[in-house]
């Protein structure tokens, strides 16, 4: 909607369902519940080439190559190498350099690409730029668009490099936008705050593998995405302090990052190591391990590596069977069918999930990425 807190809200709570706009969410929301969201900001991540012959690369780049995280990355200058997709790679040559010249403010930055390898699902390209002393950031603003989901079909415009973004994005890194965040506006956060319901941050950089379709015949069959997120102590302390009140995950990747923290803490409580958390390691443990202690380990972790910020990779796939440690509702959009998103809200409300969605669908509700959205309150 042109004014974001208007759009359609569906409240879904012990097998009802209502009807509202995202500017009275707060009236659905107890005193003291916290909200805790993901302030990735999403970067201009297409980039365009021109061949000498005239013919068009496109760039998408993904994530790093060498597996450093994506904040920090970000931040490195003059060159990278970058794990990419690239559109109309048949027509570029291994180890051919594409260069491309833009005028920024009176000032020439000149971009080159470099085919380096090609992997099963994405390529290796250096990219390599002057002036030298600029961020990779600040070259995929002036130099790339915004990659808008597949699924809009449309090339993306000079509006959308402030329509899809938060207007809390911070750190650059995601190629797709948090879109429950969307919706969110000074208005929203001030009724919240009236309520006395507390607001955090954190940052999961979302990847490409986001719109990665469940095409295997069982979902036990699908190779779930992994992507970088990071918490700063203050937040895992604020979610350690609120496990008695209402955790809501405002957004997909929020929980997946909320509920990634739990099972980091029984890593640590195992083994004392921050690893990635794979896509069924949830399901293959045997955890009794109680909430409050597993963040605690997290927090104590951070204290013994004289650290604010705890930074990890999680591939976990929430679906069917699931059992929620940290949240007690989502918010979020109306996704796909096939997607792993739909098993995400299905893993939480159980087979009401037909019912929701059938209701969103009767009474107009707006799909995916520029939709409208839902609060979903758990039933498991």
Known sequence: MEERDQSKLLVYRNGEITDDRYIRLSGYLPDNSFLIFNNTKVVAARILFQKPTGGVIEIFCLEPDDDSDITTAMAKTGSVKWKCLVGGASKWKHGQVLAKEIMQEGKKIILSANYIDKKAEHFIIGLHWT???????EILQVAGAIPLPPYMKRASQSSDRERYQTVYAEPEGSVAAPTAGL????????????????????????????????????????IMHSEWFDAKRETVEKLKNNLAHAIVAVGTTSLRAIESLYWLGCKITRSSVVAPISQWEPYEQDNNIAPADALQAVLDWMKNNNTERIISKTGIIIAPGYRPKIAKALITNFHQPGSTLLLLVAAL?????????DHA????????????GSLLWFNV
């Open 131 to 137: 002036p030298a002393d600029l961020s990779f950031a």
């Open 361 to 372: 669908l009767k009474n107009e509700y707006r799909f995916l990425s520029y939709g409208d």
């Open 349 to 357: 409300i159980g087979d009401d999930w037909r019912k929701v969605y």
């Open 183 to 222: 919706h969110f506006t000074p208005k929203i956060f001030e009724s919240l705050k009236d309520k006395n319901i507390d607001t955090d941050f954190l940052t999961l950089h979302v990847g490409a593998g986001t719109f990665k379709p469940v095409k295997a015949d069982r979902m036990e069959e699908h």
